[in-house]
């Protein structure tokens, strides 16, 4: 009666022996068909060595656009590609709302699920981006998803970002900022917040407040750059490195002779109230005799440059000088580039003069020099709206853009043209995952 089962238990093992050794061996050669894509032990780098890993990730990490767009056509200059995405622009008035401070408090409550569902990169994608840090400080006052599809696209682990948000932002805003802030270790507030009021002196305040604490981290970075909300990059990091790389040390931003209808801007006092006013109190010319230059406020500068700035008392003394001028973000950064003995630094020369198409800083199309490109304009019309005479991007600008060597443009908004950064989410995401082998 026990014999026929007991003939069964004895053929079942040598059927679970073989099949157990076949799925060892299994294990065994998919352990090293795939070893490329398993992450090297401590430093969470990736080895996007072969194609099938590659594959596997960007499966797993793409941002492909939604709808019915074709974003490589909009990207290599397919007009009538560009004209159907615009026309649903306009078609689509009200853009389905964007997300708000309480869906990001909501979502990164749970900051596991947040990185998954946001496809944020949490490993580093190359040794040689793993070995050059960059800092980021981030000045932002609104526009929650603007900010956290920024964030998401320059965010690798090895960086470090400082966010300064006004202090006079909602609170809804703070919360939904700080709950995004905390799922990262590299990602913090700036300690000291200030009231940003448009032109004064707070708007290089805050950058500074979140440079002094950039330097206090323990991350050796390399070079800064600063961003607004209204910013996107145009590169990826492993791009950035590579341009940082190649600038040998030196700074990189806009920095030319003033245009003489600018210079009431520094000859007499102004008054910070609710916003900013001329005293027309004059005011001194600037210690040691610093040339002004102009530029505007987004700098690519080295770690030794703003360490100077904090430490060399001729900084600190330009810095109390600058403090009662009009928009001293777009003459501080550009003057102190141009002094001898600031690390970094061009020789004032005007053969060293750099406008903001010839720096990589950042890409802005004025609304005042758009035109014909045959009749000497710089560049052509903006395909979305102007905002403060600076071109708020539309899809047909996408083209362009691209072409350009800028680390950054500005500006970007999602509920002016969202195609727009679909697309460029889409192509840096392809680039960050195939861009080495191209
Ligand atoms: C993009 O990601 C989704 C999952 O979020 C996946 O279903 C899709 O196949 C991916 N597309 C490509 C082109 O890899
Ligand atoms: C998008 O356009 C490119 C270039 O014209 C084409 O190769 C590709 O197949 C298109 N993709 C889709 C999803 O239609
Ligand atoms: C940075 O560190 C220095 C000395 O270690 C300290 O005096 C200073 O208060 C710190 N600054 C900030 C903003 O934490």
Redesign the pocket.
Same mark, same amino acid.
């Given at each position: 009666m026990f014999g026929f089962p007991k003939k069964l238990w004895r053929i079942n093992t040598g059927l679970y022996l073989i099949c157990g050794s076949i799925l060892f061996l299994f294990t065994i050669v998919l352990k090293f068909t795939s070893l490329d894509c398993y992450l090297n032990d401590a430093r969470q780098i990736i080895d996007l060595n072969t194609a099938a890993c590659r594959d596997h990730y960007y499966k797993a990490f793409n941002l492909s656009a939604s709808g019915k767009k074709n974003c490589t056509k909009i990207i290599e200059g397919d007009w009538d590609e560009v004209r159907q995405t615009l026309i649903e622009n306009l078609e689509v008035k009200k853009r389905k709302v964007i997300a708000s401070d309480k869906d990001y408090i909501e979502l990164a409550k749970d900051c596991a699920t947040f990185k998954t569902v946001r496809k944020y990169i949490t490993f580093r994608l190359s040794t040689e981006e793993a070995n050059y840090p960059i800092a980021y400080s981030m000045v932002v006052h609104g526009d929650i998803e603007a900010f956290e599809r920024l964030l998401r696209s320059i965010y690798t682990p090895q960086n470090i970002y400082c966010v300064h948000v006004d202090a006079k932002s909602p609170d809804t805003f703070h919360q939904a900022l700080r709950a995004i802030v905390s799922c990262f270790d590299n990602v913090f507030v700036a300690?000291?917040l200030e009231s940003v009021v448009y032109a004064s002196w707070s708007r290089v305040q805050a950058d500074l *407040?979140c440079m002094?604490?950039l330097? *206090?981290s323990t991350v050796q970075w390399k070079y800064l750059i600063n961003t607004c909300g209204s910013d996107f990059p145009l590169k990826t990091n492993a791009e950035i490195v590579k341009t940082l790389k190649s600038l040998n040390g030196k700074n990189n931003m806009e920095s030319e002779e003033p245009p003489v209808g600018k210079k009431w801007r520094w000859e007499s006092r102004f008054e910070v109230k609710e916003n900013i006013v001329n005293t027309n109190i004059k005011k001194s010319s600037p210690p040691l005799n610093i040339n002004i230059f102009s530029g505007n406020a987004y700098i690519v500068v080295t770690r030794d440059f703003v360490r100077a700035v904090f430490e060399t008392s001729f900084a600190k003394d330009f810095i109390e000088w600058a403090k009662d001028t009009y928009s001293p973000d777009e003459f501080l950064w550009a003057s102190l580039h141009r002094v001898p003995w600031m690390p970094g630094s061009f020789p004032r020369h005007s053969k060293f003069d750099t406008s903001d198409m010839n720096a990589v800083a950042r890409l802005v199309k004025w609304g005042s020099l758009e035109g014909d490109i045959q009749s000497g304009a710089p560049y052509s019309s903006c395909t979305g709206i102007h905002r403060r005479e600076v071109c708020v991007y539309g899809t047909g600008d996408l083209h362009w853009l691209l072409q350009q060597h800028h680390l950054f443009a500005n500006k970007f908004d999602p509920k002016v043209d969202d195609h727009a950064l679909q697309c460029l989410e889409e192509q840096l995401r392809f680039k960050s995952f195939y861009g080495n082998i191209m």
């Open positions: 300690s000291k *407040n002094e604490d330097l *206090n």
